[in-house]
C-alpha cells in the first residue's frame, strides 16, 4: 500500500445551505482519512464549494449583489458545518479561485490546440433551470424531465470536448481495474452507460446567456459548462498545470478515493475520466459512489420542507453522535432513511447504553473496589482466552472494513467487542469475586474490561473523534495507538482512572427543538406515532411512543404495597421474584425522586430498573447490595428511562428501605 492517501468530496453547489447529504459524504471523508492517519499514512483531504453556473448567478442578481459578493457569503456556512462536525480537511477549494481558474482556462487551450475540444453548431432544448441540453425524448410533457420547468429550442455554436475519442480507453480500464468503481452495483450502471454510443461533451455556455462563469481563454465570448470547470478541482488544488505540475501533484496523484453521491457517479465516470485521459493523466484509484438519504421515508427537498439542518443535530446530540450515527446506520453506498426516532434509538441503544454502560461498569468498579487505578493482569482463563479472541477477530474485521470503505460493518465488528465486554463482566460476576475477596482474579477482569474500553477508544476515534479521546483519557491513555490494539493488555498497571461523567448521557425524549421541527413537517408519520403507544408499530418508533408514560402512571413502590384485596394463588405464582445485584446507581435525569440503575440479575446483561428511592438512598450507597425486584413486569419508560422491573421495599406513609438479600444468595436466584 503506498505511504499517500488523497481523498476528495464533491464540491458542494453554494446555492444551498449545507444539509446532512452534505455532512454525509464529508463525515465519510473525514472518517476514512483519520483512519489513514492513525495508521501513519500520509493524507490529504480536500473539500470545497462549486460557485459558478446559472443558479448562483440568478441568486445574486435577486438580491442586488455581484455574482463575487454572493459567492463569497455562501461559501461561509459550508466551512463552518465542517467546523462544527470537526471535520479535518486539509484544503477548501473554490472554483472562484485563481489557483483554479487559472488551471481551467490552460488546459481548455491546451486541449484545443490538441484537437480534443472543437467547435461546432448545436441544437437542442435547453432548460435553464438544470442549465443543460435536453433531446426531444427526454423531455417529459413538453418539459425539462429534471425540474419540470419549460425548454426553449437553442441553436448556437459551442465548444465540444471529444469524449467519444476515450470512451474505449475508458471501457478498458474498467475492465483492467476492477476496484476502480465501487460499489459494484455502480459499475455495472457505468458499463450500461457505455454501452450505448459515448458522444462528445458540449462544454461551453455563450456569455450572453451566462455570464458567471470561466471564461474561454481563446474566445471570450463563451465560459465554461460548470461541470468542465468543477470537476478539474480536483487536481488544480494540488498543483497540476499543463505545462508542468508542481511536486505535491506528483505525490497526491492519482487520487486514493473520490467519494461522490449516486446522482453524479456518470459525471464523475465518464466525464472526469475522459478529461484526464485527455490530459495524459491516470483517473483516482476508487470512485465511490454512496447512496441517498430520504428524511422519515420521504425525498429531501426544500419544497416539503423536510431538509434536515446538521447544526439542530449537533445542538442536540453532539457532533460525534451525528457522526456515528450517518456512518453507522446505512452502509456506505446503500441508500437509507433519517428518522429522528431512528437517531434517538441508535444513540440510546449503542452509544449510552452498550458502550455508555461498558465504560461505566468498568470504571466504576474499577473505583470502587480497586482503589481507582488501572490493575494488574492475572493468568488468563479460558474465558479470558476467548475474549482475546473476540478482541483479535473485531480489530481485524474493523480493519478490512473501513479500510474498504463499509464504515458501517466495521463499527458493527467494534461493537460485536463492546457487547462482548459487557457479557464478559455479566458472566464473570466482578460483584460476586469482590464479595468473596477474590481481589486478584477481580483485578484481572477489571483490567480486561478497561483494556476493551481503550481499544473502543481507539476504534471509534475516526468516526467520533471527541469521545475516543474522552474515553481514553478517562483509562489514562495518552495517545490512541492503532498499533497492536487488539491485545487485551496496553493499558499501564496503577495508571489513574475515573468514571467522571458519562459519556453519552441517555436521551429521554426528543429534543424539544427537533420535536417542535417534526411537528411542522411531518404531521402524518413520527407525531402520530407517538402518541398512540399500544398499535403495532415500526421498531424503531416504538420507543419514542413509550416515552408518553409519566411517573404518575408508572408502578411505583408505593402502589405495590398498598393493595389489599385478597388475590389467589396462581395470581401470586405468576409475579416472578428474583434477587438482583446492583451493579451501578446514578440520579434520573429527569425526576429528582427516582435513581436509574443497573441490576444483575443472573441475564446476558444487566437489567435497567427507575425506582422511586432517592429520598432515602444516595446513588453510590447502593452498589452492590442484594435486593428483589419483580422480574416479569412489563418494562416501561419512567420519565424517559427504561425500567425492566421494580423493587421490593418497605413502606409505610413513606419508604423505609430496601427489602435486602444475604450477601452469599446468587444474582437470578428465584425468590419465592
Ligand atoms: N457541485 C456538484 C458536484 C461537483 S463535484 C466536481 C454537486 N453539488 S451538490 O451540492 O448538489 O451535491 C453534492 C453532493 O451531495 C452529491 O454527492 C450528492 O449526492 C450529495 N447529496 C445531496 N443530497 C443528498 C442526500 N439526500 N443524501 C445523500 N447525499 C446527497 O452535485
Not at 496496553?490 to 468514571?499: E, N, S
Not at 413509550?546 to 411517573?551: A, G, H, K, L, P
Request: charged share 25%; aromatic share 8%; hydrophobic share 40%.
Amino acid at each position: 500500500m503506498s505511504n499517500s492517501f488523497y481523498i476528495t468530496t464533491p464540491i458542494y453547489y453554494v446555492n444551498d445551505k449545507p444539509h446532512i447529504g452534505h455532512a454525509y459524504t464529508t463525515i465519510a471523508a473525514d472518517v476514512i482519512t483519520r483512519w489513514h492517519r492513525m495508521n501513519g499514512r500520509e493524507a490529504y483531504f480536500l473539500t470545497g464549494t462549486d460557485e459558478h453556473g446559472q443558479k448562483v448567478f440568478e441568486a445574486a442578481t435577486k438580491r442586488g449583489i455581484s455574482a463575487k459578493a454572493h459567492v463569497d457569503e455562501m461559501c461561509e456556512p459550508f466551512k463552518a458545518l465542517w467546523a462544527a462536525l470537526d471535520i479535518k480537511n486539509d484544503d477548501f477549494i473554490r472554483t472562484t479561485e485563481t489557483r483554479h481558474t487559472s488551471v481551467v482556462s490552460d488546459v481548455l487551450q491546451r486541449l484545443f490546440d490538441e484537437g480534443d475540444i472543437y467547435t461546432a453548431d448545436y441544437e437542442g432544448w435547453y432548460s435553464t433551470s438544470a442549465e443543460r441540453f435536453w433531446t426531444e425524448k427526454d423531455l417529459v410533457d413538453g418539459k425539462c424531465p429534471d425540474t419540470n420547468t419549460k425548454v426553449e429550442w437553442i441553436k448556437e455554436k459551442n465548444y465540444f470536448f471529444r469524449m467519444s475519442k476515450y470512451a474505449d480507453k475508458l471501457r478498458a480500464h474498467i475492465a483492467d481495474n476492477p476496484d476502480f468503481l465501487q460499489p459494484a452495483s455502480r459499475k455495472n450502471e457505468v458499463l450500461g452507460y457505455l454501452k450505448k454510443d459515448v458522444g462528445d461533451l458540449c462544454i461551453s455556455r455563450p456569455k450572453a446567456r451566462l455570464p458567471w462563469g470561466i471564461p474561454f481563454p481563446m474566445d471570450a465570448e463563451y465560459v465554461t459548462y460548470v461541470w468542465f470547470d468543477a470537476l478539474l478541482n480536483y487536481i488544480s488544488a494540488i498543483g497540476y498545470h499543463p505545462d508542468g505540475s508542481t511536486d505535491a501533484f506528483e505525490k497526491w496523484w492519482p487520487a486514493s478515493y473520490h467519494l461522490v453521491g449516486k446522482d453524479i457517479l456518470t459525471t464523475h465516470s465518464v466525464y472526469w475520466s475522459t478529461m484526464l485521459f485527455a490530459m495524459g493523466l491516470s483517473p483516482a484509484k476508487c470512485l465511490y459512489a454512496h447512496g441517498w438519504w430520504t428524511i422519515e421515508g420521504q425525498k429531501m427537498s426544500k419544497s416539503i420542507g423536510n431538509v434536515v439542518d446538521p447544526h439542530l443535530l449537533i445542538d442536540c446530540y453532539g457532533s460525534d453522535a451525528v457522526r456515528y450515527f450517518l456512518m453507522r446506520e446505512i452502509q456506505f453506498g446503500a441508500d437509507g432513511d433519517f428518522s429522528h426516532a431512528g437517531l434517538m434509538t441508535r444513540y440510546n441503544a449503542d452509544l449510552a447504553n452498550d458502550l455508555g454502560n461498558l465504560a461505566h461498569r468498568a470504571l466504576s468498579m474499577t473505583s470502587k473496589w480497586l482503589g481507582g487505578a488501572v490493575p494488574a493482569l492475572d493468568a488468563n482463563t479460558a474465558a479470558d482466552d476467548a475474549l482475546q479472541a473476540v478482541s483479535d477477530a473485531a480489530v481485524a474485521d474493523y480493519r478490512v472494513q473501513i479500510e474498504g470503505m463499509h464504515i458501517a460493518t466495521a463499527l458493527g465488528s467494534l461493537w460485536r467487542l463492546v457487547q462482548a465486554g459487557n457479557k464478559y463482566i455479566d458472566d464473570m460476576e466482578p460483584w460476586r469475586l469482590n464479595r468473596e475477596g477474590q481481589t486478584e482474579r477481580l483485578a484481572g477482569v477489571m483490567r480486561r474490561c478497561l483494556e476493551i474500553c481503550r481499544v473502543a477508544a481507539v476504534l471509534l476515534s475516526p468516526v467520533a473523534p471527541n469521545k475516543g479521546l474522552e474515553l481514553a483519557q478517562k483509562l489514562g491513555v495518552k495517545s490512541l495507538d492503532v498499533a497492536d490494539v487488539q491485545l487485551l493488555s496496553g493499558l499501564v498497571a496503577d495508571t489513574p482512572v475515573a468514571p467522571g461523567e458519562p459519556l453519552f448521557p441517555r436521551m429521554l425524549a426528543l429534543p424539544e427543538r427537533i420535536q417542535a421541527v417534526l411537528d411542522e413537517v411531518v404531521p402524518s408519520t413520527v407525531k402520530t406515532v407517538a402518541k398512540v403507544s399500544h398499535k403495532k408499530k415500526p421498531k424503531q418508533e416504538a420507543k419514542v411512543a413509550e416515552e408518553t408514560t409519566t411517573i404518575e402512571e408508572a408502578a411505583t413502590i408505593e402502589e405495590a404495597t398498598t393493595i389489599e384485596e385478597f388475590i389467589q394463588f396462581e395470581d401470586f405464582m405468576k409475579v416472578k421474584l428474583k434477587v438482583g445485584e446492583i451493579v451501578s446507581a446514578e440520579k434520573h435525569p429527569n425526576a429528582d425522586r427516582l435513581l436509574a440503575l443497573m441490576v444483575e440479575v443472573g441475564e446476558d446483561r444487566p437489567r435497567s430498573i427507575v425506582a422511586g428511592i432517592a429520598a432515602k438512598y444516595v446513588a453510590e450507597d447502593l452498589i452492590g447490595k442484594k435486593i428483589v425486584i419483580v422480574a416479569n413486569l412489563k418494562p416501561r419508560k419512567l420519565r424517559g428511562v427504561l425500567s425492566e422491573g421494580m423493587l421490593l421495599a418497605a413502606s409505610g406513609t413513606e419508604l423505609e428501605g430496601l427489602i435486602t438479600v444475604d450477601p452469599g444468595v446468587n444474582p437470578g436466584s428465584s425468590v419465592g
